[in-house]
């Protein structure tokens, strides 16, 4: 019988999630719309009947240890998912119980930047590290940080907000209701308002100019930067520079030996990770310099949310 655990990505649009060993073997791995569903016991039903599915289907036999879930807005001690915006279901769901209430294996939840932390260090990259720092870089930015081999989570369960440091007094609108916080710069969507303010700001030629604001994506802004358009490689130039700088100040708060960078602006490769390594190392404490790597994710792209989530209840489970 082969010990397997459960991992679940829940996005705003799918729900990802697959039956998962030890050593990363992804045994079987499906999704299901989140939105479709309003309701979140129907949301859950559909949810626990699919895995049950895999696990019949997984070929060995199989043994369930324990479901790990990465979601937005989730807080690892209550197991709730608490006000996500992008979800369908307001206020506060106690989600590891409900869904507790259709396994009987230990269950844990925690926000998507920490499940892929620990997907980094269980399966990925950062196996043998003990300090390191996961930044994914979608919509928003999130942060996981690892220090002592241990997801930092402080005293409520939301620590590492980095995309909410204000980096920008009276700057842009973010979100959460506040102006100027990292991620309304640096983030698949900060680099698009900063295309569209150089857009405006100057007058070179640039590809981006035929682009409608809901049709630019970082894809776009990264393939016309690899063409050469000045626009597109500011942007990045301008993004790396408030990354680096804020990668240095959290450099000077944990001194980990790396920091990850995931998600579809890390896609952009050499057009963000130079500017952020040279703009941190440029403003880093002395005793700091040359010593932190800037590394892309270690795991492949398409099931890496789901081993996170697996990565935390295997966490839990050898703890
Ligand atoms: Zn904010």
Known sequence: MKKVV???DVGGTFTKFGIVDREGKVYADDSISTDAHMDI????????GSIRKLLEESGEKVELQGIGVGAPNSNYYSGSIEYAPNLNWKGVIPFANLLGSRFSVPIAITNDANAAALGEMIYGSARNMKNFIVITLGTGLGS???VNGEVVYGHDG???ELGHVIVHED???CGCGRKGCLETYVS???IKRTVYELLARRTEE???RKIPFDKLTAKNISKAADRGDRIALKAFDVTGRILGKSLADVVALFSPEAIFLLGGLAKAGDHIFKPAKAYMEKNLFNVFRDKVKILPSGLTKANAAVLGAAGLICKEILD
Request: proline fraction near 0%.
């Open 41 to 48: 016991e129907g949301y859950l039903d559909q949810l626990a």
């Open 206 to 208: 640039s590809e981006l």
């Open 188 to 190: 698949a969507t900060g």
């Open 144 to 146: 996981g940080i690892v």
């Open 171 to 173: 700057g842009r609108h």
């Open 6 to 8: 459960a991992g679940i």
């Open 158 to 160: 939301f620590a590492g």
